[in-house]
C-alpha cells in the first residue's frame, strides 16, 4: 500500500537553529498538508500546499516556517530559528482530492526536539 | 471556532467487550467527520471517514455514525482485541473553504488479554 514517507524520525537541535524536515508524498497525489502534535496535546494544523503554493494556513504558521516542493517528489517544512515551543511531533500527510472529499494519508512522523 | 471533544481521554477493558468511543463538535456544519488511529510513536491511519450527508461508515468490526445535528459521533468497535489498542482520534472539517482537520485530543483504549 503507498505510504507517506518523512524523514528525519527525530532531530535533535539547539534553540535558533534551521531544520529542514522532509516527506515524499504518495506519488499521484495533489495536496500536501502538515499538521503537528505537542506532547499530550491535539494534532493541529500547521499549513496546507497545492498547486505549488500554500492554499491555507494556520496562526501557528509564522513567518519562521516555510514549506518547498523542490522536485517532483519532496515536500519540505522548514523552520528558520526553532524555539523551545517547537518541540514536538510533525506529521506530513497527503491526498488526491481535496481533503474534505477524500481521506488523508498521513506520513509516520518528525519528532523534532529543541534544547 | 471549532473544537472537536472526545470523552472519556482513556478507557481499558477486557477482550471481546464491545466498545462505543464518543466524540462531540461544536460547529455542525461540517463538511466530512474522520476517525482515525494513532499507536504509540506512529503516524495515525484513517479508519472510516463520514461525509456529512451521511449517517454512518462501516469497515470490518467498525462502524461509526454521525448525528450532525446534535453535533456527535460515535466509533463502535465490535468484539474487541488486545489489537485495537491504540489511542483514537476524531477530526471534523468545517464547511466554509477551509480544508484543515479539527481534531480532538483523543482517547486511548487498551484491551486487556
Known amino acids: 500500500e503507498p505510504e507517506v514517507t518523512q524523514t528525519p524520525s527525530h532531530q535533535v537541535t539547539q534553540m535558533g537553529q534551521e531544520v529542514i524536515l522532509r516527506c515524499v508524498p504518495i506519488?499521484?497525489?495533489?495536496?500536501f498538508y502538515w499538521y503537528r502534535q505537542i506532547l499530550g496535546q491535539k494534532v493541529e494544523f500547521l499549513v496546507s500546499f497545492y498547486n505549488n503554493e500554500i492554499s491555507e494556513k494556520s496562526e501557528i504558521f509564522d513567518d519562521q516556517f516555510s514549506v518547498e516542493r523542490p522536485d517532483g517528489s519532496n515536500f519540505t517544512l522548514k523552520i528558520r530559528s526553532t524555539k523551545l515551543e517547537d518541540s514536538a511531533m510533525y506529521f506530513c500527510?497527503?491526498?488526491?482530492?481535496?481533503?474534505?472529499?477524500?481521506?488523508?494519508?498521513f506520513g509516520a512522523g518528525s519528532r523534532l526536539t529543541v534544547l | 471556532k471549532q473544537e472537536v471533544t472526545q470523552i472519556p481521554a482513556a478507557l481499558s477493558v477486557p477482550e471481546g467487550e464491545n466498545l462505543v468511543l464518543n466524540c462531540s463538535f461544536t460547529d455542525s456544519a461540517i463538511y466530512n467527520l474522520q476517525w482515525f488511529r494513532q499507536d504509540p510513536g506512529k503516524g495515525l491511519t484513517s479508519l472510516l471517514l463520514i461525509q456529512s450527508s451521511q449517517r454512518e461508515q462501516t469497515s470490518g468490526r467498525l462502524n461509526a455514525s454521525l448525528d450532525k445535528s446534535s453535533g456527535r459521533s460515535t466509533l463502535y468497535i465490535a468484539a474487541s482485541q488486545p489489537g485495537d489498542s491504540a489511542t483514537y482520534l476524531c477530526a471534523v472539517i468545517t464547511q466554509g473553504g477551509s480544508e484543515k482537520l479539527v481534531f480532538g485530543k483523543g482517547m486511548k483504549l487498551t484491551v486487556n488479554p
Open positions: 500527510a497527503s491526498s488526491d482530492l481535496f481533503s474534505g472529499a477524500n481521506v488523508l494519508t
Open positions: 506519488s499521484n497525489h495533489l495536496y
